[in-house]
């Protein structure tokens, strides 16, 4: 009995090996494949990256007139409103009030400001595009700067899904208002809130003079 044991035994241990084998062999071309697909990915954005600016280079080329300086950040960016007496610009914390719109290379307009409407970003805590979310923070406030974003750092490669096609490179024309802490903004967020649901006498007077004026007239028409 003992001899057949280890005859068993023998067996299901030559047979995990051998299935340990086989497995480990086979992870061998899932590795290799990753990492082949891996350098083509990275050459084809490369590439990409490459045309974009060679295409955002022929822009800045055409148009001598316009200074663009090019950002660390991989944009390029031109002033139409500067301000030169503030220091300050917005940093993570504040609260940025300000206008945008969108154009392609061409400068046929994708957004407009009216499409966009006046944005409230809480800088560096909110999902925005990351050539905006850099771009913001290297204005003061009442500038006006028009950015030129490559794709990677617009929409990439699956666009905005509704107007921004794949892997579409962007002008961007922001104004930026304001911008104040997020505490301050807090506190008059809860201001408002209070002053809507305790107007003042001098207010609450004026409404009821408008409601009675209101019944008046519809009484006389």
């Not at 300086?69 to 503030?86: E, F, P, V």
């Not at 699956?158 to 505490?183: A, M, R, W, Y």
Request: aromatic share 10%.
């Amino acid at each position: 009995m003992n001899y057949r044991k280890l005859i068993v035994l023998a067996f299901w241990v030559t047979l995990f090996i051998t299935s340990c084998k086989q497995s480990q062999e086979a992870r061998k071309p899932v590795s290799q494949a990753s990492g082949s697909f891996m350098k083509k990915s990275a050459e084809r954005n490369k590439k990409l990256i490459a045309s974009e600016e060679g295409r955002i280079d022929s822009l800045i080329k055409s148009n001598p007139k316009i200074k663009y300086l090019a950002s660390t950040k991989g944009y390029w960016y031109t002033y139409i409103t500067a301000n030169t007496i503030d220091t300050l610009t917005p940093k993570k914390g504040d609260v940025a009030f300000f206008d945008y719109e969108i154009k392609d290379l061409q400068g046929r307009i994708i957004y407009s400001e009216v499409e966009l409407k006046p944005q409230t970003y809480a800088v560096d805590k909110q999902n925005i595009m990351t050539g905006l979310r850099e771009g913001i923070k290297i204005m003061h406030k009442n500038e006006k700067i028009t950015f030129l974003f490559p794709s990677h750092i617009a929409y990439g490669y699956h666009g905005d899904t509704k107007k921004i096609g794949t892997n579409q490179p962007l002008l961007c024309t922001v104004t930026l208002h304001n911008f104040i802490s997020e505490e301050a903004f807090k506190k008059e967020i809860l201001l408002r809130a209070t002053n809507a649901a305790n107007p003042t006498p001098n207010q609450e007077t004026v409404n009821r003079t408008k409601s009675v004026n209101k019944i008046k007239d519809s009484l006389t028409n």
